[in-house]
T-cell receptor
Framework: AQKVTQAQTEISVVEKEDVTLDCVYE???????LFWYKQPPSGELVFLIR??????QNEISGRYSWNFQKSTSSFNFTITASQVVDSAVYFC?????????????FGTGTRLTVIP | NAGVTQTPKFQVLKTGQSMTLQCAQD?????MSWYRQDPGMGLRLIHY???????DQGEVPNGYNVSRSTTEDFPLRLLSAAPSQTSVYFC?????????????FGQGTRLTVV
C-alpha cells in the first residue's frame, strides 16, 4: 500500500537560515508522481512542484530546491535563506499511475515557523 | 479566475442533521475529489470522480455521498452528521489525460458538528 511519511512535525528556524523538509514514500507502482503543497496560515493549498518517478533530476526554483532519490524513496524540499512568508504547513503527496485517477496520498505535514 | 469554488466556508451542524457541501470548478477538469483534513493526519481522500456520471470511494468514504451530474459540480453530502465528521473539507480538481496533473484546491469548508 502507498504511504507518505513526513517525520518532522514542526520545525522552527531563524530568518535567513536554510531548512530541509523530509519526505519518504512507499509505493508498489513503478510509475508514480510526487508533489509538494504549501498551506499558509490562511488555509488554502498551494501547489509547489510535481515530479514523476522517471525523472530524478533535482530542481531549483528561486529559493526552493527539491532532491528526489529513488534509491532511498525520498523527495526532500529545501528552502534557502528562509523568510517569514515561508511560515506554513508543507505537505508531501504521492499519486500512483496504476489507479488511473489523480488521487493524492498526503503525508501528515511539517509545520515550518520562520522567526524574524 | 474562479478556479475551484467551495461553499459554505464555515458551517455548524447538530448531530444527525444533513447538509451538502458544494464544489464547482470552471476549468473543464474531468477529475474532481473531496478530502478531509484533520489535525495530525494530513489530508485524506473521501470520494473522487473521473468524469460526469462516474464516482468512486477513497480512503474514508463512510458517512458521505457524492454525485457528479455535470463536469463542473461535485457536491458532497452528509446524510446524518456525526461529531467525528468535524473537519476541514477540501474539494480539488485536475486535468486527466495529462497524467497525474497538479490538483487545484478550493478554499476549504470548516465544518463543526456538535
Amino acid at each position: 500500500a502507498q504511504k507518505v511519511t513526513q517525520a518532522q512535525t514542526e520545525i522552527s528556524v531563524v530568518e535567513k537560515e536554510d531548512v530541509t523538509l523530509d519526505c519518504v514514500y512507499e509505493t508498489r507502482d513503478t510509475t508514480y508522481y510526487l508533489f509538494w503543497y504549501k498551506q499558509p496560515p490562511s488555509g488554502e493549498l498551494v501547489f509547489l512542484i510535481r515530479r514523476n518517478s522517471f525523472d530524478e533530476q533535482n530542481e531549483i526554483s528561486g529559493r526552493y530546491s527539491w532532491n528526489f532519490q529513488k534509491s532511498t524513496s525520498s523527495f526532500n524540499f529545501t528552502i534557502t535563506a528562509s523568510q517569514v512568508v515561508d511560515s506554513a504547513v508543507y505537505f508531501c503527496a504521492l499519486s500512483e499511475a496504476g489507479t488511473g485517477a489523480n488521487n493524492l496520498f498526503f503525508g501528515t505535514g511539517t509545520r515550518l515557523t520562520v522567526i524574524p | 479566475n474562479a478556479g475551484v469554488t467551495q461553499t459554505p466556508k464555515f458551517q455548524v451542524l447538530k448531530t444527525g442533521q444533513s447538509m451538502t457541501l458544494q464544489c464547482a470548478q470552471d476549468m473543464n477538469h474531468e477529475y474532481m475529489s473531496w478530502y478531509r483534513q484533520d489535525p495530525g493526519m494530513g489530508l485524506r481522500l473521501i470520494h473522487y470522480s473521473v468524469g460526469a456520471g462516474i464516482t468512486d470511494q477513497g480512503e474514508v468514504p463512510n458517512g458521505y455521498n457524492v454525485s457528479r451530474s455535470t463536469t463542473e459540480d461535485f457536491p458532497l453530502r452528509l446524510l446524518s452528521a456525526a461529531p467525528s465528521q468535524t473537519s476541514v473539507y477540501f474539494c480539488a480538481s485536475s486535468m486527466t489525460g495529462t497524467q497525474n496533473a497538479e490538483a487545484f484546491f478550493g478554499q476549504g469548508t470548516r465544518l463543526t458538528v456538535v
